[in-house]
């Protein structure tokens, strides 16, 4: 893919934004919309309905029959926006739960995540970034009804309240918010809304049916895959089997033989054949038999991937990380070890294959997908059809997963291009297989350890030397900083809580080929492994009990000791297990939140490994869904444990082996332990969760399988071979 696409305008600049809209339309509705700033100043303003000056960020819309709709910016993709971001304007502005619905927002530059600086949805950020601004909507609206009673009434606002969507008043009278929105469009919107005390909430905390669920039941919900047109040709594209592969040839005669195909176009990521229906385009795209010529790729293995990242580790220079004197502590050290830890290339095996609807119309488009990154994709999309930035149109559609792969948009690119090219609406299908094996994984990466424990075995020094693809440089819209560390190939690593005295951390780029890209939890994924099953071994090497050793490393780590004794208490740590069963333990910060998780595991004969139950302790901070929570962490679970079990992309000859779920499973239903989440009250500010609860899956389970055979399992997906007992 062209990634300098990635890079677009980003639109309007700051001092465009608007805060809030109210309409004064008699009768119209009330709409309250708001900006989501990059600093911490926050105005608010309102003006009558239908004023174009006013770029909203999201909306809050009450209408004369009482009903209440948030309208989300972010995308969703199971891990509960729909709900959530809801939950937070209707608890603020107290309106009643059963009254209030959800719209998915419009791709628009005035829908920007305030962490990103652009309408994006990824790195656990919605709760983080909507959690104050999403409140402050709903209590300015409130305050704004509250005024318009008052007004009405000719009272102080002062003694009017406010519950289940209408403003009561003395001796019991009361009106409904829908009753008001003519009367609070005209009110002065506050500036600084009064937020309620978390103790009085009666929405946000507490465990909430998710909106969303009734149209996925009864099949109303549109996904991607959905989205239709009259008159459109569906497009299955011969991918190109790597980043800069070219097709040497195909035989588009016998493509063009297939009835009901249309056309034969190649474009820059592979040759495409479009026709009136799925089946005749993907036998015309088998019919291609294309060759492709590979480039210096064309002898890409596990055997050079792992050299690669090997020599990357050996040549690590750039420091992410120096504390105290490591070298010299390793040289003294009362007991010394090492160990090399390696995982493989990960693809995102979302169950909805990717797909996009693009229609180049004259000097516009308009798009269908089920998109992560409306805000880059609307201008990467402009350029690639040759029209106006605010010419396109992209409708958001329910992503049926996403773990980070729908954030690329090779997959708009794609479909826009060849609408543009074939002067027709084009709905551009992925197979499963084009999804394997399409690119766009998690990169392979390799570290190399070294630590050193004093007599009386307390770890003394951690030295760790990264060999990793760049996310950042392959990203298209990041650059890796001027000290080389590229921060994704090291997170998890470098800013590791261990209370160990002399740590030294470097990163050193390798790059065997293949398109690396975000994956949940992105470097957490594999970071987490590397460190949870060292520390695990430096407790074997000083004949500690694992759980206790990281508690006393973590002793000035309040929330990462208390996820760690919570897993570790809620396990029963220490207590007997059934017989051939035997316990292990990670604990993890990633994307602001704290888990620990303790897995139980048994190895059969033939070194099967078994995970009989997981234990989850969370510390995200201030909750919003409990139900969301405790399910992403089971999800995040079913990630990482068949990323630990099956997960691996490989190459034979420059051409990756797996293409659907026979030879790149995913955990089955039979396999799955019994999961435990139990969430610790926490006042501090709200933390990711869609991401967290994958880092710790792996190492628990891996140290569990050392304490039931005294194998040390350093290469993932977990080696049975390795395991079978004698």
Not at 146 to 151: F, I, L, M, Y
Not at 299 to 327: I, N
């Amino acid at each position: 893919m062209n990634t300098s696409l990635l890079n677009p305008n980003p639109g309007p600049d700051a001092s465009r934004r608007r805060f809030l809209k109210a309409s004064s339309t008699t009768g119209a509705a009330l709409v309250v919309s708001f900006a989501l700033p990059l600093g911490a100043s926050r105005v608010f303003a309102a003006t009558a309905a239908g004023n174009t000056g006013f770029t909203p960020n999201a909306f809050l819309r009450i209408t004369p029959d009482n009903r209440v709709t948030v309208v989300c910016g972010s995308s969703e993709m199971g891990q509960g926006v729909l709900t959530a971001i809801p939950m937070l304007v209707a608890e603020e502005l107290d309106a009643d739960w059963k009254l209030v619905s959800v719209e998915q927002a419009p791709s628009d530059t005035a829908y920007k995540n305030p962490l990103f600086g652009m309408q994006a949805t990824g790195g656990s950020t919605t709760i983080r970034a909507f959690y104050t601004p999403m409140r402050q909507a709903g209590a300015a609206a409130r305050e704004m009804l509250v005024a318009a009673a008052a007004a009405r009434w000719g009272v102080d606002a002062k003694s009017l309240k406010t519950q289940a969507s209408h403003v009561i008043g003395p001796k019991g009278k009361k009106l409904s918010y829908g009753a008001l929105v003519a009367d609070a469009a005209k009110q002065p919107v506050p500036a600084k809304p009064a937020l309620k005390n978390t103790e009085d909430f009666t929405i946000v905390g507490k465990p909430t049916r998710r909106l969303d669920t009734p149209g996925k039941i009864n099949g109303s919900t549109r996904f991607g895959l959905d989205a239709h047109v009259d008159g459109m040709l569906v497009a299955v594209m011969a991918r190109a089997p790597m980043q800069g592969a070219k097709p040497v040839k195909f035989d588009e005669a016998a493509a063009k033989a297939i009835k009901g195909v249309h056309s034969v176009i190649a474009i820059p990521d592979g040759v495409a054949v479009l026709a009136n229906g799925y089946y005749a385009a993907r036998q015309g795209r088998d019919a291609l038999k294309v060759q492709w010529d590979l480039g210096e790729n064309a002898d890409l293995s596990p055997a050079k991937v792992q050299k690669m990242l090997s020599d990357g580790a050996d040549k690590a220079s750039a420091v992410a990380k120096s504390l105290g004197d490591a070298t010299a502590a390793l040289g003294s050290g009362a007991t010394r070890l090492s160990a090399t830890y390696q995982v493989p290339y990960l693809a995102h095996a979302p169950m909805e294959p990717l797909n996009c609807l693009a229609w180049v119309k004259g000097d516009s488009v308009e798009v269908w997908a089920g998109t992560q990154s409306q805000g880059p994709a609307s201008g990467i999309i402009a350029k690639v059809a040759g029209v106006p930035p605010q010419n396109v149109k992209l409708n958001t559609m329910m992503l049926g997963g996403g773990f980070g792969r729908r954030f690329a948009p090779d997959f708009m690119i794609g479909a826009t291009l060849l609408s543009k090219l074939s002067g027709r609406p084009v709905k551009l299908m992925y197979t499963r297989e084009d999804d394997t094996a399409a690119g766009f994984y998690r990169p392979a990466s390799l570290v190399k350890f070294e630590g050193a424990l004093d007599a009386q075995g307390q770890p003394t020094a951690l030295k760790a030397l990264v060999g990793c693809p760049s996310i950042m440089a392959a990203s298209g819209f990041m650059q890796i900083p001027p000290n080389g560390v590229d921060n994704f190939a090291v997170e998890g690593l470098a800013d590791q809580r261990y209370g160990i005295p002399n740590v030294h951390v470097a990163y050193g780029r390798a790059e065997p080929g293949p398109q690396v890209w975000f994956w949940r939890s992105v470097g957490h994924s594999q970071n987490a492994f590397f460190i949870e099953s060292f520390v695990d071994e430096m407790a074997a090497a000083a004949k500690a009990d694992p759980y206790e050793l990281r508690a006393k490393l973590l002793k000035d780590e309040p929330r990462m000791l208390g996820v760690l004794k919570a897993a570790a208490e809620k396990a029963g740590w220490g207590k007997p297990l059934p017989a051939g069963v035997h316990r292990g333990i990670a604990v993890a910060e990633s994307f602001g939140s704290f888990v620990a998780q303790v897995a139980e595991v048994s190895v059969a004969k033939d070194g099967t490994p078994k995970v009989h139950r997981v234990v989850a302790a969370v510390d995200c901070g201030a909750t919003v869904n409990p139900m969301t929570i405790e399910r992403q962490v089971e999800s995040a679970i079913v990630y990482g444990l068949s990323a630990a079990l099956y997960g691996q992309i490989t190459h034979k000859d420059g051409v990756v082996e797996q293409g659907n779920f026979h030879n790149y499973p995913v955990l089955r239903m039979s396999e799955m332990p019994k999961v435990e989440v139990h969430i610790l009250p926490s006042q501090e500010a709200p933390g990711g969760m869609g991401e967290p609860g994958t880092p710790p899956i792996a190492p628990a389970v891996c140290n569990a399988i050392f304490a039931a055979t005294g194998v040390r399992v350093r290469e993932l997906p977990i080696n049975t071979a390795a395991l079978v007992k004698t």
